[in-house]
């Protein structure tokens, strides 16, 4: 009988330590994720009257209601914000076909 508890308690030592051991391998193996894509947009008209979607951070050159050219940024949540006021191009048109921002 007592070599059936030892066989007994053996078999349960090792099936603990297997569990704990495979734990381990988990969290040591385990990466950071890089973060998502979080599926937000910001949205504008070109010159052509096509819808063109921008990543946040994106920057493109527009004219405001006063006919300057504002160079707007795409912003993380999905809406545009102003970020340098910039002078009309000599030649040419505004980069990337005169956007017009939705509202």
Not at 39 to 53: E, N, P, T, W
Not at 54 to 76: F, I
Request: hydrophobic residues 40%; contains cysteine; charged residues 15%.
């Amino acid at each position: 009988m007592t070599i059936n508890l030892r066989v007994r308690n053996f078999a349960l030592a090792a099936l603990l330590a297997a569990g704990v051991a495979g734990v381990s391998v988990a969290q040591v193996s385990a990466k950071p994720r890089p973060p998502g894509d979080n599926g937000v947009r910001c949205a504008a008209y070109d010159k052509h009257g096509v819808l063109q979607f921008y990543m946040p951070g994106d920057l493109t050159q527009a004219v405001d209601a006063n006919g300057d050219y504002v160079w707007l940024e795409c912003g993380k949540d999905g809406n545009w914000t102003r970020a340098i006021t910039a002078a009309p191009p000599t030649s040419g048109g505004p980069a990337g076909g005169g956007i017009d921002p939705t509202p």
